[in-house]
């Protein structure tokens, strides 16, 4: 099955909620929809499962149009933040609801809810109840009983949100194998960039009800066609120096000069933002290019191996994200080195002009 | 700001008892000093709320005491405690303006306008809520109301301590950066007593000087982050923390050699005494194993590619070894074409569990 979404609108009130979405998810595919709250992640999933009607655009599963049809009679499974399970139902029962509404032989739910339940590692809980469960389990259950079906479309809106830091990192390994083994298609909503990352498949960066880029989850990050991608997939955020370019000079805010390295020389008079991500900005010089910079700490956080310092350059807020531990004062003023072969930079329309040296010969 | 001291505490919620796997906190002792800033990590049913609400007075414990600087507040209601709390979700009054809001804490305890006004003002601009402050709070988003929150923890400075239950749960990852970086901020220069709860360990780890780390009611370690990175003293603490956590894999050990299924690795430092039917483990973090190319003369442990992850910044390389499994964060995984290669370890970074306890040896 293919799943193409063309030019999908919806309005709620005065409110776009969702405006010209297209999109084609082939078969056994991993999409993600990552976006913060309120960027059209569950509206979208809404619309893909029949559960919402699109003020306009239609919606194709394999050239046939599904538009109008209910979400009872589409091939659909979703699953939702909340772990949704059927408190007096065993394990093994909670996976067979489905099934058992769909009036299937007794022989052959056995096997089927037998076959996911592996798949999902429940085989020795299918005797419990919900409540005897931890909380990866009961997801892990009503993930199971999504799958049983063998829906063709399985959406999932934010599963892992209610979960322990420590049991999202486990499912969200066995995930994609779990994905895989079914053939369906995936649609993934979630706000958090790294856990894009790590499932892999597809992304489509969400803003404000539109998609701002689709394509392999690592391209979308090494390569954000405009700004938006490129803020909504940094976690920490992305570092932005907004310059204006003028008879071989390069300014920030018409004062500070910044010197014409790496790819600077080559763009034409105009303004741009320079964009770079938090490991490319450097403690100590990294190359000869490096351009050095003042900057004011305002806070140093240690992860154990890592320190992230948030500095204030002449009046914007950048991230540095150094290996090792680095116990730097508040409001000491440090230098630190910009690469600028490790610069994206965005035109005046916040296209993406310039890619990394190291990306392009990727 | 107060030192806080607890007690051998321990809680058991069907009451007193004989039987310990009644206590869903066992017997723990712990003194945090005035202006501290501490984390209580980890993964739920672990105790930790428990022991929160035992020190802002939700809760009475079966066992011991709890002291604010000298003075006993163990059966003391919250509201004689004089502490702040911060919850999940915004607590703040809706028809009020962010300004009400911030000054309700103090009005309510009778201070002048003079005196609050200042401070009220001070700490909007500090929390980025200056141009809300006459705004009705129903109208904010649901990050601005969380900052009222806190903003309504942190406005009165003669607080004993402030508490913090899962603050930022509710909160998109890019706001969360710049609220995380606030409050640690705002530490720093106002010097509270913090305490904070929280299962996500880059929320611990940035935010407090010292992370307690609780597993089954029980403290593992009590450390800086570094020390939880570094030298974890229990089995659970490399696995909770760290992301992927610490490759925990059992071992055969003599001396200063270590054997995994029959490959040796020779230590930095020798074990002698080991009991002879003890649990031992060796413990490494992702960081500190790397991979060369399976030709590499001799070096290093043979091992098959299961599974490569590319998620940005870095790789996640899973091998096998055998049945063990391995993960390993490189940036570059350059000279890597085959399925097979080996795995080297940094020996200065390789710890010793026994029965999931670290151990020392002696330097070689």
Known sequence: MQLELRNLCKKVGKEFHISDVSLTFAAGSLNILLGPTLAGKTSLMRLMAGLDRPTSGTIHVDDRDVTGVPVQKRHVAMVYQQFINYPNLTVFENIASPLRIAGVATAEIKERVAKVAALLKLEKMLGRLPQELSGGQQQRTALARALVKGAELVLLDEPLANLDYKLREELREELPRIFSATGSIFVYATTEPSEALLLGGNTASLHQGRVTQFGKTIEVFTRPHNLITAQTLSDPPLNLLPVTKLNNRMLYKSHVEVPLLGPLPHLPDDDYTIAFRPHHLFLHRNSDKAIAVNAKVAVTEITGSESYVHLDVAGVRWVLLARGIHHIDINETIEIFLDPDKFYVYDRNDTLVVTPEAVTGA | ?364
């Not at chain 2, 008892?17 to 800033?37: I, M």
């Not at chain 2, 089995?235 to 054997?259: D, E, K, W």
């Not at chain 2, 070096?299 to 390993?328: A, C, H, T």
């Open chain 2, 1 to 364: 700001m107060a030192k806080v001291t607890l007690k051998e505490i321990a809680h058991s919620y069907s009451g007193f008892s004989e039987n310990p796997d009644d206590y869903a906190l066992k017997k723990l002792d712990l003194t945090w000093r005035d202006g501290g800033a501490y984390a209580l990590l980890g993964p739920s049913g672990c105790g930790k709320t428990t022991l929160l609400n035992i020190i802002s007075g939700l809760l009475t414990p079966t066992k011991g005491q709890v002291l604010f600087n000298d003075q006993d507040v163990t059966r003391l209601p919250t509201e004689q405690r004089n502490i702040a709390q911060i919850f999940q979700f915004p607590v703040i009054y809706d028809t009020m303006t962010v300004f009400q809001n911030l000054a309700f804490p103090l009005k309510n305890r009778g201070r002048t306008k003079e005196e609050i006004e200042p401070r009220v003002i001070e700490l909007a601009k500090m929390l980025g809520l200056e141009k809300d402050l006459y705004t009705k709070a129903q109208h904010l988003t649901a990050d601005a109301k969380q900052k009222i929150s806190l903003g309504r923890g942190l406005i009165r400075q003669s607080v004993n301590a402030i508490l913090f239950d899962e603050p930022l749960t509710v909160i998109d990852p890019q706001l969360k950066w710049e609220l995380r970086s606030q409050l640690k901020f705002l530490h720093k220069k106002f010097g509270f007593t913090m305490i904070y709860v929280t299962h996500d360990q880059t929320e611990a780890l940035t935010f407090a000087d010292e992370v307690i780390v609780m597993y089954e009611g029980e403290i593992v370690q009590v450390g800086t982050p570094e020390a939880l990175f570094e030298r974890p003293e229990h089995t659970f603490v490399g696995y909770f923390i760290g992301s992927p956590g610490m490759n925990i894999v059992p071992c055969r050990l003599q001396g200063h050699r270590a054997t995994i299924d029959g490959h040796e690795i020779v230590l930095s430092q020798s074990y002698e005494n080991i009991p002879v039917d003890a649990r031992i483990e060796i413990g490494v973090r992702p960081e500190y194993l790397r991979l060369a190319p399976p030709n590499s003369e001799g070096e290093g442990l043979p091992v098959q590619i299961i599974k490569v992850d590319d998620i940005g910044r870095y790789k996640i390389v899973r091998v096998g070894l055998n049945e063990r499994i391995f993960n390993v964060v490189m940036t570059e995984l350059s000279g890597m074409t085959g399925d097979t290669a080996r795995l080297l370890f940094d020996i200065d970074h390789t710890n010793i569990y026994v029965n999931a306890q670290l151990i020392t040896g002696e330097k070689r």
